[in-house]
């Protein structure tokens, strides 16, 4: 549905060079477009989007990732907009209970507000400072820049902070460039 993929970490101009890569290896992509009808009665036989009709044998959703945050309600810990609200110990609002990964906010180093990571290197650090303060010890994590790295189609990718769309909502002035160069040293 929306204009171009990748929108939390990636700017359009480097979206469109990845989508190009993905087209290549024959997916079809569709931006900006919404799903409007599954047809089939036990077996999928067709999608409708934006009101084309195409030939399916499978749907998988993946439209996105939201926490599941029932348990921490329930037991009384003070959430945020999109997660469980931790300190930078990872201790909840709550003494003694501790929340990592996917489903708590954790903070961004570039402006200290709650921010989403949802990445398995985040929840990694998060867990040690959060198993370090529950048995006794003393540690703080500071945030995450959600970095990742990936290979989509033919192209390595990597992404940290935030992206434009980001950085101008937080109210940063953007200034952008470009260069090129290899993963590796020579
Ligand atoms: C397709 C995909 C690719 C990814 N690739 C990367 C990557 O390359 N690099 C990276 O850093 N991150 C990646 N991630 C993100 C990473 O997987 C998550 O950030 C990480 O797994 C979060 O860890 P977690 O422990 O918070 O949650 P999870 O790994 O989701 O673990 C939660 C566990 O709790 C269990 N559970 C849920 N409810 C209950 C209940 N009521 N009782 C008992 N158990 C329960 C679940 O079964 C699950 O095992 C990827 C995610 C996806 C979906």
């Given at each position: 549905m929306l204009p171009h993929s990748f929108p939390k970490s990636i700017d359009p101009d480097i979206a469109r060079i990845l989508e190009k890569s993905l087209k290549e290896t024959g997916i079809k992509l569709m931006m900006g477009?919404?799903?409007e009808n599954i047809s089939g009665d036990?077996?999928?036989?067709s999608v409708t989007v934006n009101g084309e009709i195409l030939p399916a044998d499978m749907v998988i959703m993946a439209s996105g990732v939201r926490a599941n945050w029932d348990l921490a309600k329930d037991a009384g810990c003070k959430l945020g907009n999109w997660g469980i609200m931790t300190n930078a110990k990872t201790?909840?609002?709550?003494?003694?209970i501790y929340a990592i990964g996917d489903c708590v906010e954790t903070v961004s180093p570039i402006n200290h507000m709650p921010w989403m990571s949802q990445l398995s290197t985040t929840a990694y650090r998060q867990e040690i400072t959060a198993g370090t303060n529950a048995a006794g010890g003393y540690d703080t994590f500071g945030g995450s820049l959600t970095t990742f790295v990936s290979v989509i189609g033919k192209i390595e990718v990597s992404a940290t902070g935030f992206n434009q769309f980001f950085a101008k909502s937080a109210g940063y002035e953007v200034v952008i460039g470009k260069a090129s160069g290899f993963t590796r040293p020579e």
């Open positions: 477009a919404s799903l036990n077996k999928v036989t201790e909840t609002s709550i003494p003694g």
